[in-house]
């Protein structure tokens, strides 16, 4: 029987106006699906113009300025209905989606939703519930005590997947999806007995606890900053409708 980690997946990856979920906006979007470890992946892809300027630190990161975006994006109301949609779509299928950090991209797409469509994201799944894959999660459970930092690109090194245009929606969606199946045949004794929703479930117990621990560290470094242990959404903001 073949494992979760080399059957069909899909993966979902944004770039943004920063990095803030309730006050931040979508710029480009994409959705991969992959039948099989292998197989050539159908890629969706969505720009947008967010309707508010793209500060100069985040087009640093991706490469998208407001001349770009107003020229060859869409409006955001259509597009995120396309993206929520595409999503269901994979729940619906029964595939698991691979999210890299995916407080951060669910979140921020569930307020683009509240802000242009009235809707949330959970409306979009209240029959079929999203199986999320977490990179970053995994990785931190299974190889805890490696040290160094933990980004797509620190990943991508690490399990040795190719990481084609970083920052790019549709590349940094394919790379999570490769780092997952990476992550999948080395820690195979660990995870190939475990299905995708109960897998889904872990690791909504293993961020917590990561989210604990970080918090416990910034305690101790005497950082006010707050760490967030809901996972793969977090709850909703009045000010983020």
Known sequence: ?????EGPLAAFDTETTGV???????????VV???????RPRVSRWLVNPGVPVPAGATAVHGLTDEHLQ???RWPAPVMLEIAEALAEQAAAGRPLVVMNAPFDLTLLDRELRRHRASSLNRWLDSSPLLVLDPRVLDKHLDRYRKGR????DLCAHYGVELDGAHDAAAD????????????????????RLAPPELH????????????????????????????????????????A
């Open 173 to 192: 969606a394919q790379a999570s999806l490769d780092v997952v199946r990476a992550l999948g045949r080395r820690f195979a004794a660990r995870l190939e």
């Open 71 to 73: 020229l060859n994006g």
């Open 1 to 5: 029987m073949t494992c979760w980690y």
């Open 20 to 30: 803030d979920v309730e006050t931040d906006r979508i710029v480009s979007a994409a």
């Open 150 to 153: 933990r980004t797509l690109t």
């Open 33 to 39: 699906v992959q039948d099989a470890a292998g197989t």
């Open 201 to 240: 479930n872990l690791q909504a117990v293993w961020h917590a606890a990561q989210a604990r621990g970080l918090q416990a560290w910034f305690a101790r470094s005497g950082s006010e900053e707050s760490v967030d242990p809901a996972w793969p959404l977090r709850p909703d903001l009045p000010a983020a």
